[in-house]
């Protein structure tokens, strides 16, 4: 199956649509030849350099993942050597809410933002890029142990509740990996989305399991080091694709700590280097430390605490009850009573499940307004209404037909006349459906006969709350709109000729087009590109090839004023040519 935006195999036929909306065509002949040197470039001088620091997976995993040094990984070619390895690759713009990244993983789909970082950013970029995500992802994932890290990871990321303060940080730091990529971007500009960025991070209040969550992902899948504390290897995905930062993270000046559980509570500033990383011993220990901080979301220990995040949230959430059904929704409110939920109560379309399968006529369209009942066991009778048998219920007039009172410990009152029950397979009633009712808490009205039938929930406790639906297919989650998209700038007739430049010396290089006068193309760059360095590392790699010595002291000598003209450049040439010469000597 093909269409507009990709080539589909039988692990992205599993993804369900509210994924797919995020998928984008990779328009592979959107790259410039000035993109192609940038990921040429990186790949280089990472291979190069990461050979010596990174863990024996990275080096290993380039090889099986097929992605090449000198051409930027196209997504088909990558999907069809992923698939052996379970695993395959979309192309996104940009960043995405973090849930569905994760969710992405949870299905063995890496998601790679298809742009690639301006030559100005080579070395770090705070947007997500192709050299980012296929050069640092890709190639770990073909560790079995740390794919199986990823995909759990994913598994119950997604699951984790956000606060309505996490999206507003994720739309402010989408917006400045936008105009940080985009040209012609004001430092004034940058300089503002920063101090927002700042601004909301001071001021998120108690962090989400979202925010938690996300500090493990970027504390290991992102900036993990493995190994010991004193001879840590590299394996997180931001160090793999940044030349910076993969030299950076190895001096002494970065503190190591040894991996634990606390990291989830060391946040991060995306804009800056990292004062701090950690290191786990191998892959298992990470996934040890995942499954201790599953253990503290409202995931597995539910109660009243998982029903007030999901209050707080303001988003799509699910609860649990003891008896497996499933309530899907906008939580609004909670009425507690001695540290236990009594009452709980949706706005908005709400959906009833068991098993994540929607309970047939309790879809959206028949709460479309939200859903409340009460949560306990009756006051003064020792056995939960879950836990009676038909006989028991008829003794307790929970019968059809019956007009009956049910008070809860809490308070809750519950009083009209029965209908019918919805039970389990195993004969569990899930369900009390009435007539003619009224709900009431300490004289408050929560539910009156005019609004038709009362469903009241069976459950004495909240075993689980989560983020998202129960099923899948209960809602319409194809709403994704960004508020802003990578901003594509026209290009200058000055910039199309410094990229045709390019392209004739990619040509000569790869033998497609060996007519190309190379001192000329030099010529061209010192007269009107004199800020441009790439091109003449390259035509350096050129003129050391064939051994032209008089052309690579004029290239050596350009590049010296290229430096002196804007020192920042200065390791970057000097490291190309470095690796330029090294591979001379070797050969």
């Not at 030559?119 to 992802?137: C, K, M, R, V």
């Not at 605490?305 to 959430?317: F, H, Q, R, T």
Request: glycine letters at 8%.
């Amino acid at each position: 199956m093909k269409d507009a935006a990709y080539e589909s195999n039988p692990i992205l036929d599993k993804l369900p649509e509210h994924l797919r909306q995020f998928i984008k065509p990779q328009n592979y002949e959107g790259y410039s030849a000035i993109d192609q040197a940038v990921w040429r470039y990186v790949m280089r001088k990472n291979v190069d350099y990461l050979s010596k620091v990174a863990h024996q997976s990275y080096v290993e995993g380039l090889e099986q993942t097929g992605i090449s040094i000198d051409h930027i990984p196209n997504m088909y070619g990558m999907n069809r050597i992923l698939k052996e390895i379970g695993w395959a690759a979309v192309a996104v713009d940009g960043f995405i809410p973090p849930a569905a990244f994760m969710e992405f993983q949870a299905y063995n789909v890496l998601v790679i933002a298809s742009d690639i970082r301006q030559l100005e950013n080579i070395e770090y970029t705070p947007a997500p890029d192709i050299i980012h995500e296929g050069a640092g992802h890709a190639p770990i994932i073909a560790n079995p142990e740390y794919a199986e890290y990823l995909r759990r990871f994913g598994e119950i990321g997604s699951k984790a509740i956000s606060s309505a303060k996490d999206y507003e940080l994720y739309e402010a730091v989408r917006h400045l990996s936008i105009i940080k990529e985009a040209h012609g971007t004001s430092q004034e500009e940058i300089d503002k989305a920063e101090k927002h960025i700042e601004h909301l991070q001071e001021n998120m209040g108690e962090p989400s399991e979202m925010a938690l969550i996300r500090n493990l992902h970027w504390w290991t899948v992102e900036y993990g080091l493995i190994g010991t504390v004193e001879n840590p290897k590299i394996y997180g995905a931001g160090l793999l694709s940044s030349i910076g930062e993969s030299k950076w993270c190895m001096q002494d000046e970065v503190v190591k700590l040894p991996y634990t559980i606390e990291a989830a509570h060391q946040a991060f500033d995306i804009t800056k280097p990292q004062p701090q990383l950690y290191v786990t011993p191998d892959f298992a220990f990470l996934s040890q430390v995942l499954e201790d901080f599953a253990n503290t979301m409202a995931l597995r220990t539910g109660g009243l605490a998982g029903i007030k995040k999901l209050v707080n949230s303001k988003a799509l959430g699910t609860i649990e009850l003891s008896t497996g059904l499933q309530i899907s929704g906008q939580f609004n409110s909670v009425i507690e009573h001695q540290g236990k939920p009594i009452y709980i109560r949706t706005i908005r379309p709400t959906a009833l499940s068991y098993r994540e399968k929607e309970l047939v006529g309790h879809g959206t369209d028949h709460h479309s307004e939200g859903f409340g009942s009460p949560i306990g066991k009756l006051k003064g009778i020792n056995l939960a209404i879950e836990d009676m048998g038909p006989r028991d219920l008829k003794a307790y007039k929970i019968y059809e037909g019956e007009e009956i009172s049910l008070e809860f410990e809490g308070g809750v009152k519950v009083e009209g006349t029965i209908i019918t029950g919805t039970r389990n397979l195993q004969g569990k009633i899930l369900l009390i459906t009435f007539k003619d009712c009224t709900v009431t808490h300490d004289g408050t009205i929560l539910f009156l006969p005019e609004w038709g039938l009362y469903h009241m929930a069976v459950g004495q406790e909240v075993v689980s709350a989560f983020n998202g639906p129960a099923d899948l297919n209960s809602f319409d989650l194809i709403t994704h709109v960004p508020s802003e998209t990578t901003i594509k700038q026209e290009k200058s007739a000055s910039r199309t000729q410094l990229e045709t430049f390019y392209q004739q010396i990619r040509d000569f290089r790869e033998g497609t087009n060996t007519t190309t006068s190379r001192n000329k193309v030099f010529k061209e760059l010192q007269e009107n590109y004199p800020e441009d360095w790439l091109l003449s590392v390259e035509l350096f790699e050129l003129a050391k090839k064939g051994n032209d010595s008089g052309f690579q002291k004029e290239i050596k000598a350009h590049l010296e004023t290229v430096k002196q003209n804007n020192p920042k450049v200065g390791h970057l040439i000097d490291d190309g040519i470095g690796l330029i010469e090294n591979e001379q000597v070797k050969a």
